[in-house]
């Protein structure tokens, strides 16, 4: 038996979900403060006392988009899902994104100009090569520092990832420590499932896919989900 002091008082799902979700942030919390990160991100998601996530940390910077420079605004995708990565991460796929309404945008502590000389580099020599994302620039460390992926002793950041809904509102938060990297799939599943959830007000069990089956958050119909998948 045991005890979870900081569940949400007002949780709207089940208990194994709070349970869940209270144990992601204990987790969290405690590997970031034994790096010493600052971390706005997990202060206004710790914070809260329901099942309602807060706002992204809102944030501005100078990009490369399209081989060009462009100042980008985190409001300025208000209306669209937006993936929001910090290096590294191969999002050739971008496409699947663009066709259900979201944006990638990728950061890093590097200048816009060294983001431009990745871009001109071919792979096969150590570059990224032409890329049809924009590359946000952090040099301050400011946005890296609020969502909490900076390392103060690397000079660097881990790998977040963050699922920013059509509202601006975050939703999902994925923390790997530098040797694993993300996948793109998973990626692409969640920002379905989220979409799927806000048009129908629906549960998406774990690994579902569109056109799975989905729990309908009613005692009723509940049970008939349950009773399908555990014969």
Sequence with gaps: MFTVGNAPANCQFSSSYCIRRSLLFLWWGTC???RNIKNKCWAELGDQQSSDFKPAPDWEGTAVVKGEFKELKLKDFKGKYLVFFFYPLDFDRVKEFHAINTEVIACSVDSPFTHLAWMNTPRKLGGLGPINIPLLSDLTHQISKDYGVYLEDLGHTLRGL?????????????????????????????????????QHGEVCPAGWKPGGDTIIPNPEDKLKYFSKFNQ
């Design 32 to 34: 970031l403060s034994s």
């Design 162 to 198: 963050f699922i920013v809904d059509d509202k601006g509102i975050l939703r999902q938060i994925t923390m790997n420590d530098l040797p694993v990297g993300r996948s793109v799939d998973e990626t692409l599943r969640l920002v379905q499932a989220f979409q799927y959830t806000d």
